[in-house]
């Protein structure tokens, strides 16, 4: 079911439907981990349940934090509105944080106009009332309606300076403001440095009480730091374009980032050709709306920077990043690419070297036997095409040679009943047969496969300690729990398993009801 060689770094999860229409869209800290979690234990609750049975494509998108994927998973199921999210209501997008117009002002949650300075929207519910809190604690201001008389219980416990009783000047108090300005409109690194200098200061000067508390300042910023990677405060559209050539392929990728959020990815694969890049940008923008900066990793033909600039209407920004915040961002796309078309490859590529093959194992068939207590015998046979699950060619079988439980014989049946009608049809044999199971298993494939008279390279996996059987050897070959290849084996091994299992289980279902 996974058709991805999924990452380990946080990001979100997209799943998609046969139809290709995004089903469910989530956040992880460990992409593959979490999906997974879907396929590998039982869930009680018959929503997620259906959820995973509608699972036909797994799409991602791995971002550098946490924080990030968090804000990218609101933005995603907004843009999305997949059936199995929750579906809230849009008012909830469009919330800001206000600095008032007082002479001593507050920082408020707002999702009306009004006469202060607005900074968002923020995307996260969590992620706006932690920012919001966290920068009222670290600046301390105030959070009274009036200016009371007297000094109220923040005060007391040294979370507000109390303007109130005069405790603070108005200079001093817009200070700890513009600090919060600062923040919010992305520049919280530029600050971090000049509380570092600031702290420098006090403590050459022996003022540690006041040095601790913009230590503690420059610790409370570092989180928020984290969030201006994907989420930037800006007031026009961007889309950042990076690509790799690879055996005269192109695998270009294309992030949208609308008024400094990501929102959306695109990727396209072409065969490489010369000026290909001022092509797709061509191509591309004729049925797209343009952006008001494109950031790039080369300089643009300067007659298609005016054909853009024409079509727009308006000037068009070309951004070549060196360091950065937007060259940190190019690096994601490059990230993502990689991930996205080089995962599957390069674990083919391990399994070709782990099992000493003469060419690599491009199109690979597992089968595998199902049942309960020797009723309703099914055999599955799942196919995996470049290193993803090809489900157009899932094959499954209801066992006709015996009733019981004889797991050779089932494996016999199947395998013939495969190769000999493809045989008959002329068709592409696989590089690569795996059978579940071991050595007992793996005779019996063999045996089917000279009753043929077709040579396939065909090795078997037993459950238990991972062994993979080969013909010729006399022991198991053991790879290392972690080896790409081997773990390459298990996914197609699971795979096939899960889906004869699902077979059975219909099988079961009809007798139950017909009885």
Do not use: W
């Not at 924080?67 to 008012?91: F, R």
């Not at 923008?285 to 920077?305: M, Q």
């Not at 920004?317 to 990689?338: A, C, D, F």
């Amino acid at each position: 079911m996974i058709n991805k060689n999924l990452p380990t770094n946080p990001g979100c999860y997209i799943f998609r439907n046969s139809n290709k229409k995004v089903i469910y869209i989530g956040k992880a800290k460990n992409i593959k981990k979490r999906v997974t979690s879907y396929f590998t234990k039982t869930h009680s609750d018959s929503k997620t349940q259906v959820l995973v049975e509608n699972i036909v494509h797994i799409d991602f998108i791995s971002t550098n934090t946490e924080v990030e994927a968090l804000l990218l998973e609101n933005t995603l199921i907004k843009q999305y509105k997949p059936k199995y999210n929750i579906d809230l209501k849009d008012s909830k997008r469009y919330a800001y944080l206000e600095i008032t117009k007082e002479e001593f002002p507050r920082l408020l949650l707002t999702r009306t106009k009004s006469n202060g300075e607005l900074f968002g929207p923020f995307t996260s519910g969590y992620d706006r009332k932690y920012v919001r809190e966290l920068l009222i604690k670290t600046f301390k201001i105030r959070t009274c309606k009036k200016l009371p008389k007297k000094a109220c219980l923040k005060f007391h416990i040294n979370l507000c300076d109390a303007p109130c009783i005069n405790n603070i000047s108005k200079v001093e108090y817009d200070s700890q403001i513009n600090k919060v300005r600062m923040v919010l409109k992305g520049k919280t690194s530029e600050l971090i440095n000049q509380l570092k200098h600031d702290m420098k200061i006090h403590s050459k000067n022996q003022n540690f009480e006041k040095g601790i508390e913009i230590r503690n300042q420059i610790s409370a910023l570092e989180y928020l730091k984290e969030k201006q990677s994907v989420q930037r405060i800006k007031k026009y559209n961007e889309d950042i374009i990076d690509y790799i050539i690879k055996d005269q392929k192109v695998y270009l990728m294309l992030f949208k980032i609308y008024k400094g959020t990501l929102v959306n990815k695109e990727e396209f694969v072409f065969d490489y050709y010369e000026n290909f890049f001022d092509s797709f940008i061509t191509q591309y923008y004729d049925d797209h709306k343009i952006p008001k900066e494109l950031i790039l990793r080369n300089k643009l033909d300067p007659v298609i920077h005016n054909y853009l600039e024409q079509k727009r209407k308006t000037k068009v920004k070309i951004t070549i990043p060196k360091i950065g915040e937007k060259n940190t961002l190019l690096k994601l796309v490059k990230k993502n690419i990689e991930l996205t078309f080089f995962g599957d490859i390069k674990k083919v590529e391990e399994l070709k070297k782990s099992l000493d093959l003469k060419f690599m194992p491009s199109v690979i068939e597992c089968f595998d036997i199902s049942h309960l207590g020797g009723k309703q015998t099914t055999g599955s046979m799942v196919q995996f095409r470049n290193g993803q699950p090809d489900k157009s060619n899932y094959r499954r079988f209801k066992i006709k040679s015996y009733i019981g439980n004889d797991d050779f014989a089932g494996i016999s049946e199947v395998v013939v009943r495969r190769y000999k009608r493809l045989k008959e049809e002329n068709k592409q044999f696989p590089d690569l047969i795996i059978i579940d199971g071991g050595k007992g298993q793996l005779s019996a494939a063999i045996k089917s496969l000279k009753k043929l008279e077709i040579s396939i390279p065909i090795i078997s996996v037993a459950k238990r300690e991972e062994e993979i059987f080969a013909p010729g050897l006399s022991y198991p070959l053991i790879l290392k729990p972690k080896n790409k290849g081997l773990l390459f084996i298990r996914q197609i091994r699971d795979e096939a398993h899960r889906f004869a299992i699902k077979y059975n289980k219909l099988l079961r279902k009809k007798e139950i009801k017909s009885s």
